[in-house]
């Protein structure tokens, strides 16, 4: 019975060793390291849960492309439309 329990344990452990050696060798692969490359979106689709805005303001669906914002100015023209509104 001791070598039957034995045999089953060094199965294991080979098999063990062998998806280690598997794993090793996928995520050193370029297949691996391509898949973790991932795309810049060119549209971006943002949908409010309108129940929830009612509340605070009116609902409109709004849609823009990434390509058109400069980060540096979508920043300054938003502060700058707060202060309108709120002076």
Same mark, same amino acid.
């Not at 691996?32 to 795309?39: T, W």
């Not at 979508?74 to 709120?86: A, G, P, R, S, T």
């Given at each position: ?6 045999? +089953? @344990? ?7 060793? *062998?998806?280690?050696?598997? %794993? #090793?060798?996928? /995520? ?16 971006? +689709? @943002? ?7 009612? *509340?605070?303001?009116?609902? %409109? #669906?709004?849609? /823009? ?23």
């Amino acid at each position: 019975m001791f070598g039957l329990k034995g045999a +089953y @344990f060094y199965l294991i452990a080979l098999q063990i060793t *062998i998806l280690k050696f598997f %794993k #090793k060798i996928y /995520f050193t692969s370029n297949y691996y390291n391509k898949s973790l490359q991932s795309k810049v979106p060119v549209q971006v +689709y @943002f949908n409010p849960n309108p129940f929830l805005l009612s *509340i605070i303001s009116p609902y %409109k #669906k709004q849609l /823009f492309k990434v390509e058109e914002i400069d980060p540096n100015n979508f920043w300054f023209k938003k502060c700058k439309f707060q202060k309108k509104n709120l002076g």
